[in-house]
């Protein structure tokens, strides 16, 4: 079975500095990789995702993210970050035969202060 | 908006009860996925729904059942609910393969 480990379950961050949040995944088959973030009491949002070709994914909202076969990493980056990025964020993988069924690494809640 | 409508937005209900939560998946989206959002589990998938059948079960509890009905709105059915039931329930649709899923706002459940 697969599974995500997200290093950090807490970044915070000064605005305008740059962000990294980590995400690792084990799967012994081929996965998609995404990113949602979630703004407090929203639903989960898609940044962005990873099914094939180039390794780095350029999403919504200034983020990317850089696909690590070797190392089996799946991290999401924005350069520049803003008060409104503040929100938890989720990454997760899938079967590549198992549709959209997702499973979820614990969350990184990113806090941007002033 | 997702397009994904889910129903109602709040529940309060006391323990032992039953609940019903409704969702209405994007147009044309044949799947309908159901997860749970709890502060000590995290996300966790709970059931799928394709066209009608059932497709993959995660880690649903034998007193929460599902289904999805020929219009392709799905209900999650919780039964004998108790305190640890209490979480936000979101429903995700998507059309398999290299699509996406796409979420619904949730349905926040307190059980007292």
């Known amino acids: 079975a697969q599974s995500v480990t997200q290093l950090d379950s807490q970044v915070p961050v000064f605005e305008e500095a740059p962000v990294e949040l980590r995400c690792n995944y084990s799967s012994s088959v081929s996965v998609y990789l995404f990113w949602y973030v979630q703004y407090p009491n929203q639903g989960l949002q898609l940044l962005l995702k990873y099914l094939s070709g180039s390794t780095l994914v350029k999403g919504i909202n200034g983020f990317e993210a850089e696909f690590n076969k070797s190392q089996t990493s799946f991290h999401l980056r924005k350069p520049s970050v803003h008060i409104s990025d503040t929100a938890e964020y989720f990454c997760?993988?899938?079967?590549?035969?198992?549709?959209?069924?997702?499973?979820f690494g614990g969350g990184t809640r990113v806090l941007v202060k002033p | 908006d997702s397009g994904v409508t889910q129903t109602p937005k709040h529940l309060i209900t006391a323990t032992g009860q039953r609940v019903t939560l409704r969702c209405s998946p994007r147009?044309?989206?044949?799947?309908v996925y159901w997860y749970q959002q709890s502060l000590d589990q995290g996300l966790q998938f709970l059931i799928q729904?394709?066209?009608?059948?059932?497709?993959a079960k995660g880690n649903i509890l034998e007193r929460f059942s599902a289904q999805q009905f020929p219009d392709l709105h799905s209900e999650l059915n919780l039964s004998s609910l108790e305190l640890g039931d209490s979480a936000l329930y979101f429903c995700?649709?998507?059309?398999?393969?290299?699509?996406?899923?796409?979420f619904g706002q949730g349905t926040r459940l307190t059980v007292v």
């Open positions: 147009s044309g989206d044949l799947s």
């Open positions: 729904y394709y066209n009608g059948e059932e497709r």
């Open positions: 995700a649709s998507g059309r398999g393969g290299r699509a996406e899923a796409f």
């Open positions: 997760a993988v899938t079967l590549k035969a198992a549709g959209n069924k997702l499973t």
